[in-house]
C-alpha cells in the first residue's frame, strides 16, 4: 500500500510571507497527486493536482513541485494571507483511491 | 454546478445502533468514494462505488457497508456502532472516466458521535 507522510504538522507564517508544506510518499509507481485546504467544519477542497510528467505546476499565488526521484512533494503558497489558515493533505492517487498525509496546520500570524 | 452534499451533517448515536448516511454527487459524477477521518488515523478509504457497484474497499470491517443507486447518490451504514466510530465522514465524487486519473472533490462531511 501506500504510505504518505508530511515533514511538519504544524507550520506558523507571518502574513505576507511564503509558506511551503512537505510531503513524502512511499510508492514509486503513483503518478498523480493532489493537495487539499480543510478549513475547521468542512470537507477537504482541493486546492492543485499534479501528474507524475511533470515536476512543477502553478496555480494562483500556489505552485506543487514534485520531485520523482526522492518521492517528495510540496506546496509552496505565495504571499500568505489570514485566509490560508487551514490544515493541508497532501493525497496520492492509486487505483482511484486516496492515501492521505496526516496533515500540515498552517496559522497565519497578523 | 452544486458541490458535493452529504446529510445528515450532525449526528449523534448510541453503541450498538447502526446508522445510514448519504452522499449526493457532483451532477454527471459517478464514482462515490467514502472516508472517515479521525484526530487520531486521518483520513482513511471506506470503499468507490461505481455504476452501483463497488470497486474498491479499505481496511474496515465488515460493519461498514455501503451502496449506491441509479442516479449516483450513495448511501453508507454502519451497523453496531462502537465508540471508535465517532468520526468525521466525508463522501468524494468524481467522474468516474475509464483510465482516468481524476481530481475527487468533497461533501462537508457528516459528524457521527457514538456515545
Known amino acids: 500500500g501506500e504510505s504518505v507522510g508530511l515533514h511538519l504538522p504544524t507550520l506558523s507564517v507571518q502574513e505576507g510571507d511564503n509558506s511551503i508544506i512537505n510531503c513524502a510518499y512511499s510508492?514509486?509507481?503513483?503518478?498523480?497527486f493532489i493537495w487539499y485546504k480543510q478549513e475547521s467544519g468542512k470537507g477537504p477542497q482541493f486546492i492543485i493536482d499534479i501528474r507524475s510528467n511533470m515536476d512543477k505546476r502553478q496555480g494562483q499565488r500556489v505552485t506543487v513541485l514534485l520531485n520523482k526521484t526522492v518521492k517528495h512533494l510540496s506546496l509552496q503558497i505565495a504571499a500568505t494571507q489570514p485566509g490560508d489558515s487551514a490544515v493541508y493533505f497532501c493525497a496520492v492517487v492509486n487505483d482511484y483511491k486516496l492515501s492521505f498525509g496526516a496533515g500540515t496546520t498552517v496559522t497565519v500570524r497578523a | 454546478k452544486a458541490g458535493v452534499t452529504q446529510t445528515p451533517r450532525y449526528l449523534i448515536k448510541t453503541r450498538g445502533q447502526q446508522v445510514t448516511l448519504s452522499c449526493s454527487p457532483i451532477?454527471?459524477?459517478?464514482?462515490v468514494s467514502w472516508y472517515q477521518q479521525t484526530p487520531g488515523q486521518g483520513l482513511q478509504f471506506l470503499f468507490e462505488?461505481?455504476?452501483?457497484?463497488?470497486?474498491n474497499k479499505g481496511n474496515f470491517p465488515g460493519r461498514f457497508s455501503g451502496r449506491q443507486f441509479s442516479n449516483s447518490r450513495s448511501e453508507m451504514n454502519v451497523s453496531t456502532l462502537e465508540l471508535g466510530d465517532s468520526a468525521l465522514y466525508l463522501c468524494a465524487s468524481r467522474q468516474g472516466l475509464a483510465g482516468a486519473q481524476e481530481t475527487q472533490y468533497f461533501g462537508p462531511g457528516t459528524r457521527l458521535l457514538v456515545l
Open positions: 451532477s454527471g459524477h459517478r464514482s
Open positions: 510508492n514509486s509507481a503513483s503518478d498523480y
Open positions: 462505488y461505481f455504476s452501483e457497484t463497488q470497486r
